[in-house]
């Protein structure tokens, strides 16, 4: 197998050092790097590039993968460790209460009771710490508690604080649209694995974790999608609203039908073809009057033309009644004159 070049070090070196990057900022440096030529429209060259890095970054138990920040619907890619042991853990610049920390958050994240993904800062910082940290026999009974170590248990609420901070500048947590602390996008790329195993809901569109999704209007039903989903799905008119569990009526979301009306909007090789109905239908108008005309005969179209000729004299003489008097016997003697 050829050695990556050049071009594939540019797209890791950027990755790895800018962290993940947006949809629209991969594909702009893909684009410099390979003389202008856009993924959108070269997405054969685009595939065979990212595959080539992965397969030498299989050696490495790393992976470039592309991912969806649930919070917006916005593409991103980033590499990630595929492996999660002991000494992965070396690797990171938090300590043992921060990252015990970061454990306690995400699990009350995407526990949250309202499926939004997200909790308040006040809960974020009122998060207890101490079970998320194993006791080398493995126990977490009430004696374990006890030896504890102290950097656990002397944890902060400005410790807290800080690492909170830390997280979202690294991209494990973020502010979402609401002001709420959720998940970050590095979360989204790395933990894939962690939610399939912790049983986290998945979409049912997707098949990818349903932190922040809606969920199916029958309270006894478990669907959850993704709103981006949602509307891809129900785009179209005619597509089939109901839930896939228990058949209940999928709800519109707000906007939704703004993106049905754009979707089913008419194409241009369509509007022709319309205009050609109507044509039709004016041709057949029109030949069922001509048709109607000829079985009338000409003495039914004579006597149209009388009564029409009839009712115009009729209304220039209802135009005349208010000047009529003295001049009308003036008129009639000059006719009998005449």
Same mark, same amino acid.
Not at 174 to 188: A, E, H, Q, V
Not at 191 to 220: K, Q, Y
């Given at each position: 197998?050829?050695?990556?070049?050049?071009r594939?070090?540019?797209l890791?070196?950027?990755?790895l050092?800018?962290?993940?990057?947006?949809?629209?900022?991969?594909?702009?440096?893909?684009?410099?790097?390979?003389?202008?030529?856009?993924p959108?429209?070269?997405?054969?060259?685009?595939?065979?590039?990212?595959?080539?890095?992965?397969?030498?970054?299989?050696?490495?138990?790393?992976?470039?993968?592309?991912?969806?920040?649930?919070?917006?619907?916005?593409?991103?890619?980033?590499?990630?460790?595929?492996?999660?042991?002991?000494?992965?853990?070396?690797?990171?610049?938090?300590s043992?209460?921060?990252?015990?920390?970061?454990?306690?958050?995400?699990?009350?994240?995407?526990?949250?009771?309202?499926?939004?993904g997200?909790?308040?800062?006040?809960?974020?910082?009122?998060?207890r710490?101490?079970?998320?940290?194993?006791?080398?026999?493995?126990?977490?009974?009430?004696?374990?508690q006890?030896?504890?170590?102290?950097?656990?248990?002397?944890?902060?609420?400005?410790?807290?604080?800080?690492?909170?901070?830390?997280l979202i500048?690294?991209?494990?947590?973020?502010y979402? %649209?609401?002001?709420?602390?959720?998940?970050?996008?590095?979360s989204?790329?790395?933990?894939?694995?962690?939610?399939?195993?912790?049983?986290? %809901?998945?979409?049912?569109?997707?098949?990818?974790?349903?932190?922040?999704?809606?969920?199916c %209007?029958?309270?006894?039903?478990?669907?959850?999608?993704?709103?981006?989903?949602?509307?891809?799905?129900?785009?179209?008119r005619?597509a089939?609203?109901?839930c896939?569990?228990?058949?209940?009526?999928?709800?519109q979301?707000?906007?939704?039908?703004?993106?049905?009306?754009?979707?089913?909007?008419?194409e241009?090789?369509?509007?022709?073809?319309?205009?050609?109905?109507s044509r039709?239908?004016?041709?057949?108008?029109?030949?069922?009057?001509?048709?109607?005309?000829e079985?009338?005969?000409?003495?039914?179209?004579?006597?149209?033309?009388?009564?029409?000729?009839?009712?115009?004299?009729?209304?220039?003489a209802?135009?005349?009644?208010?000047?009529?008097?003295?001049?009308?016997?003036?008129?009639?003697?000059?006719?009998?004159?005449?």
């Amino acid at each position: 197998m050829a050695p990556l070049s050049w071009r594939h070090h540019t797209l890791l070196q950027a990755l790895l050092s800018r962290g993940p990057l947006s949809e629209r900022d991969f594909h702009d440096l893909f684009a410099a790097i390979s003389g202008g030529k856009n993924p959108a429209t070269h997405q054969q060259l685009f595939n065979d590039t990212l595959l080539k890095i992965n397969k030498e970054l299989a050696y490495l138990q790393f992976e470039l993968r592309a991912c969806i920040n649930q919070y917006d619907g916005t593409v991103y890619y980033g590499v990630v460790n595929n492996i999660a042991d002991e000494e992965s853990k070396l690797g990171s610049k938090y300590s043992v209460p921060q990252i015990a920390f970061y454990k306690g958050l995400l699990e009350a994240i995407v526990h949250e009771a309202g499926n939004d993904g997200s909790i308040t800062n006040i809960d974020a910082l009122n998060t207890r710490i101490e079970n998320q940290v194993t006791i080398a026999d493995g126990s977490q009974s009430q004696d374990s508690q006890s030896r504890l170590p102290t950097s656990i248990t002397n944890f902060s609420l400005s410790q807290k604080e800080k690492t909170l901070n830390e997280l979202i500048q690294d991209c494990w947590l973020s502010y979402t %649209p609401t002001g709420k602390i959720g998940l970050g996008i590095r979360s989204f790329l790395d933990l894939r694995s962690w939610f399939r195993s912790n049983d986290i %809901p998945s979409c049912e569109v997707c098949n990818e974790a349903g932190i922040m999704a809606s969920t199916c %209007p029958n309270e006894g039903c478990n669907v959850r999608i993704h709103e981006y989903c949602l509307k891809k799905k129900f785009s179209q008119r005619k597509a089939s609203r109901a839930c896939r569990g228990c058949g209940t009526e999928w709800p519109q979301l707000e906007g939704e039908d703004d993106d049905a009306e754009d979707v089913n909007e008419p194409e241009e090789d369509q509007v022709p073809s319309a205009n050609r109905r109507s044509r039709t239908r004016h041709r057949g108008v029109k030949s069922e009057l001509v048709e109607e005309n000829e079985r009338t005969g000409p003495s039914a179209r004579m006597t149209r033309r009388s009564l029409r000729s009839s009712k115009a004299e009729a209304v220039e003489a209802a135009r005349e009644v208010p000047s009529a008097g003295p001049s009308q016997s003036t008129r009639a003697s000059k006719r009998r004159k005449n």
